[in-house]
Nanobody, 131 residues
């Protein structure tokens, strides 16, 4: 049974940091595109950062560029999202996803068209940025 399990969400003050984890079981993330997505109440799901396991290329949405960093631990079959200088507008439910084929065959393609992602999704972890 394939599972993606996210963890690391929570309540943090503006300017603070969180590190989200996504651990896969039942599959190896080798040769997968892996992405972090978020959805705030009343808004569409948005691709935040996506990563290609085959060549290590990454994509970040403009609003998080320079503040967030995606990384992978092969030994733990996990992907992480380090989030620094968090802002209230980062508040959302965060999901990780893994897919072997994505539009444009690129991390950008995975992130820009989240509705077209066909693969595996985690259950999400809540991030709330508030003072």
């Amino acid at each position: 049974q394939v599972q993606l399990v996210e963890s690391g969400g929570g309540l943090v003050q503006p300017g603070g940091s969180l590190r989200l984890s996504c651990t896969a079981s039942g599959l190896s993330l080798d040769y997968f595109y892996i992405g972090w997505f978020r959805q705030a109440p009343g808004k569409e799901r948005e691709g935040v950062s996506c990563y290609s396991s085959s060549d290590g290329t990454t994509y970040y949405v403009d609003s998080v560029e320079g503040r967030f960093a995606i990384s992978r631990d092969n030994a733990k079959n996990s992907v992480y999202l380090q989030m620094d200088n968090l802002k209230p507008e980062d508040t959302a439910q965060y999901y990780c996803a893994a897919s072997q084929t994505v539009l444009d065959s690129s991390p950008r393609g995975m992130c820009v068209w989240p509705k077209k992602v066909v693969g595996y999704w985690g259950q999400g972890t809540q991030v709330t940025v508030s003072s």
